[in-house]
């Protein structure tokens, strides 16, 4: 229990939500701050505390006003049913919020204008949250969904462009049912911004993934997935193809034809240890 405890630690308020609090005491929407604080609190303490039962090593627990954001030291190298479980533990919490409300509500424990309040924060941070757009959960989703099937840099590549046409199609929505919202518009300022910081950070991103590869952190293999390249490919070309939950045995043709194969823990001891970021793949041939 303690242990669970301490991730109240790990908490944090992003400044956008400071924003909205502040927005909420000048216009003395307290009840409305109480309840949006309590549902996107509960979200994200679903996200963490699953995140936790798995031992991942959470580093922050950042609250927004439509849910968090958890910053883990994982880098897509746990299994993608671990990852699917945590994301979804923040919207499952809003389905118990709401039986609970409508039970306060049926026995009159709360007014029916509180009620409907509390369903309107509870539904729309619940709808907010599975747009397919990063960093939301649907976003999450999205990768995990491209993770299935594509190397990791071309899943996160292609989840960053889907969030970009959804996120244009979400503006277009607001510019015309509600563009004179402001807290929507601080809300998607926001989404653009992380949208471009992933993007910017991509390569670094990919790297941390093959370097917690290389330190033996890959926590689940779903299959064994060869991976054929020509002698002339460069290592780090090869290193791109790698994906989540998949052991990757290098096959090495020349001409079309097999000369040789190595385990990618070989590939990867050549290019974090021995520095070869330039050689190419048959460089390792010749070597051992």
Same mark, same amino acid.
């Given at each position: %229990?303690?242990?669970?405890?301490?991730?109240?630690?790990k908490?944090?308020?992003?400044p956008?939500?400071?924003? *909205?609090?502040?927005?909420s005491?000048?216009?003395a929407?307290? +009840?409305?701050?109480?309840?949006? *604080?309590?549902i996107?609190f509960i979200?994200? *303490?679903?996200? =963490?505390?699953?995140?936790h $039962?798995?031992?991942?090593?959470? +580093?922050t627990?950042m609250?927004?006003?439509f849910?968090g954001?958890?910053?883990?030291?994982?880098?897509?190298?746990?299994? &993608?049913?671990?990852? $699917?479980?945590?994301? &979804?533990?923040g919207p499952?919490?809003?389905?118990w919020?709401q039986g609970? =409300?409508?039970?306060?509500?049926?026995t009159?424990?709360?007014n029916? /204008?509180?009620?409907h309040? $509390?369903?309107?924060?509870?539904?729309?941070?619940l709808?907010?949250?599975?747009?397919?757009?990063?960093?939301? /959960?649907?976003? +999450?989703?999205?990768?995990i969904?491209?993770?299935?099937?594509?190397?990791f840099? !071309?899943?996160?590549?292609? *989840?960053?462009v889907?969030s970009?046409?959804f996120?244009?199609?979400?503006?277009?929505?607001?510019?015309?049912?509600?563009?004179?919202?402001?807290? %929507?518009?601080?809300?998607?300022t926001?989404?653009?911004y992380?949208l471009?910081h992933?993007?910017?950070?991509? %390569?670094y991103?990919?790297?941390?993934?093959?370097?917690e590869?290389?330190?033996?952190?890959?926590?689940?293999?779903?299959q064994?997935?060869p991976i054929?390249?020509?002698?002339?490919?460069?290592?780090?070309?090869?290193?791109?193809q790698?994906?989540?939950g998949?052991?990757?045995l290098i096959?090495?043709?020349r001409?079309?034809?097999?000369?040789?194969?190595? /385990?990618?823990?070989?590939?990867?001891? =050549?290019? $974090?240890?021995? !520095?070869?970021t330039?050689? +190419?793949?048959?460089?390792?041939?010749? =070597?051992?």
């Amino acid at each position: %229990m303690n242990n669970y405890l301490s991730l109240l630690q790990k908490i944090h308020i992003h400044p956008l939500l400071w924003v *909205m609090i502040g927005i909420s005491v000048l216009t003395a929407n307290f +009840k409305t701050l109480f309840l949006l *604080m309590l549902i996107v609190f509960i979200h994200e *303490m679903g996200h =963490a505390i699953s995140a936790h $039962f798995f031992s991942w090593r959470i +580093k922050t627990v950042m609250l927004l006003p439509f849910g968090g954001v958890a910053e883990v030291d994982e880098h897509g190298n746990r299994s &993608l049913k671990q990852e $699917f479980i945590v994301v &979804l533990s923040g919207p499952i919490q809003h389905l118990w919020l709401q039986g609970t =409300a409508h039970l306060l509500f049926v026995t009159n424990v709360v007014n029916v /204008d509180d009620y409907h309040l $509390f369903t309107f924060y509870n539904v729309s941070i619940l709808l907010f949250n599975l747009l397919p757009v990063w960093p939301l /959960d649907g976003g +999450k989703l999205l990768f995990i969904l491209f993770s299935n099937y594509l190397p990791f840099k !071309k899943a996160h590549f292609y *989840m960053i462009v889907s969030s970009i046409c959804f996120l244009f199609l979400y503006v277009l929505v607001i510019l015309i049912f509600s563009s004179n919202f402001l807290n %929507m518009w601080i809300i998607t300022t926001f989404l653009i911004y992380s949208l471009y910081h992933e993007y910017k950070n991509r %390569m670094y991103g990919t790297l941390r993934f093959l370097m917690e590869r290389y330190y033996g952190k890959q926590d689940t293999i779903n299959q064994l997935k060869p991976i054929v390249v020509d002698e002339s490919e460069l290592i780090y070309h090869v290193l791109l193809q790698f994906q989540r939950g998949c052991k990757h045995l290098i096959v090495i043709e020349r001409n079309g034809t097999k000369i040789s194969e190595m /385990d990618e823990n070989e590939l990867l001891h =050549a290019f $974090f240890a021995n !520095k070869l970021t330039d050689s +190419k793949i048959g460089d390792l041939v010749y =070597a051992y």
